[in-house]
């Protein structure tokens, strides 16, 4: 099993910057992606950014160049640096691990925390 709790939401002014932060708690074996989704109201869940257990990254076109994730492995945290936030990075950010389960993969979600943008 695998427990995630995000910190740092909030509400910021557009241009301004955030930091999301998971800390994971539980099996650490055979973890195959860290990453963050988010979901704005009446959208679907969208992933963000993501990192593979080889430390290649992946993240969504709309905010490449803006977001860095980021991990520590002795902390077993994953962060998210924003910057240049814009109003419509608004949603629920939420934080996801994939962990290979026998022959299946399995996700784990934390409970998300909201992020706003607004002047």
């Known amino acids: 099993q695998v427990q995630l709790v995000e910190s740092g939401g909030g509400l910021v002014q557009p241009g301004e910057s955030l930091t999301l932060s998971c800390a994971s708690s539980?099996?650490?074996?055979?973890?195959?992606?860290r990453g963050w989704y988010r979901q704005a109201p009446g959208k679907q869940r969208e992933l963000v950014a993501n990192i593979l257990s080889g430390g290649s990254t992946n993240y969504a076109d709309s905010v490449k160049g803006r977001f860095t994730i980021s991990r520590d492995n002795a902390k077993n945290t994953v962060n998210l640096q924003m910057v240049s936030l814009k109003s419509e990075d608004t949603a629920v950010y939420y934080c996801?691990?994939?962990?290979?389960?026998?022959?299946?993969?399995?996700?784990?979600w934390g409970q998300g925390t909201q992020v706003t943008v607004s002047s």
């Open positions: 996801n691990t994939v962990r290979l389960s026998g022959t299946q993969l399995r996700n784990y």
């Open positions: 539980g099996s650490t074996l055979n973890i195959v992606s």
